[in-house]
């Protein structure tokens, strides 16, 4: 699979992940009103699951009878047919991956903000941490994470096969270049976060005057 060097001279790309229900797209938003051009992988991966002919060879995979509701591809419904199977996500990984890292890049080069943050829910499960300037990792005590899927919705059975099918917490915390706790208020973050674009900004323009 080829991979991207996010970025260039004069520009800072930042990897952002975390734990499920760390945050991270609350966190994106804090990155976007520091003034950063931001992009969640996610958001890519759910434009190129509209697209047919790539829909088709999924389908042809797995079955239409398991993944599609009315006609369409069910993000659901694939979800669940994948994250119980090692062999099936590999499949579907090689097949996305290539195409959001793609896409991804390209979005970047057309922006001329001086830092990017890409959202990336599995950036060391993919070995991605290359392609980033450096990378940011949200944290929470596992109780207070469990506790924010229960919020949304998920079942404990079907949080505890999401967390399995990622890096532990803690393994994710230790390969972050920086790791933003995100167990107190929204506010608190983002403070921490403009902070951290601040700092940021103060060293583009450091590098530019040597």
Not at 14 to 38: E, M, Q, V, Y
Not at 45 to 63: D, H, V
Not at 92 to 111: D, Y
Not at 117 to 138: H, N
């Amino acid at each position: 699979m080829k991979k991207f060097r996010f970025g260039g001279p004069g520009r800072v790309v930042i990897g952002l992940t975390g734990p499920i229900a760390s945050g991270k797209s609350f966190a994106l938003d804090c990155f976007a009103r520091a003034g950063a051009f931001c992009v969640s992988m996610d958001a890519v991966t759910a434009s190129l699951l509209t697209e047919p002919a790539l829909c088709n060879k999924i389908s042809r995979k797995f079955g239409p009878e398991k993944i599609l509701t009315n006609g369409r591809l069910d993000k659901k419904r694939l979800a669940a047919e994948v994250f119980g199977s090692p062999a099936k996500r590999k499949w579907l990984e090689g097949l996305l991956h290539p195409e959001i890292l793609a896409r991804t890049h390209s979005l970047i080069k057309r922006s001329r903000k001086k830092i990017a943050v890409v959202e990336t829910p599995l950036l060391f499960e993919a070995g991605l941490a290359e392609c980033f300037t450096f990378t940011v990792c949200l944290s929470a005590p596992r109780a207070q994470l469990a506790a924010r899927a229960a919020g949304r919705g998920w079942t404990r059975g079907q949080y505890r096969s999401r967390a399995a099918a990622q890096f532990t917490a803690g393994k994710k915390y230790a390969l972050a270049d920086l790791v933003l706790d995100n167990s107190g208020t929204r506010a608190g973050l983002e403070e921490k976060i403009r902070s951290v674009c601040r700092s940021i900004g103060a060293a583009i323009i450091k590098r530019k005057k040597d």
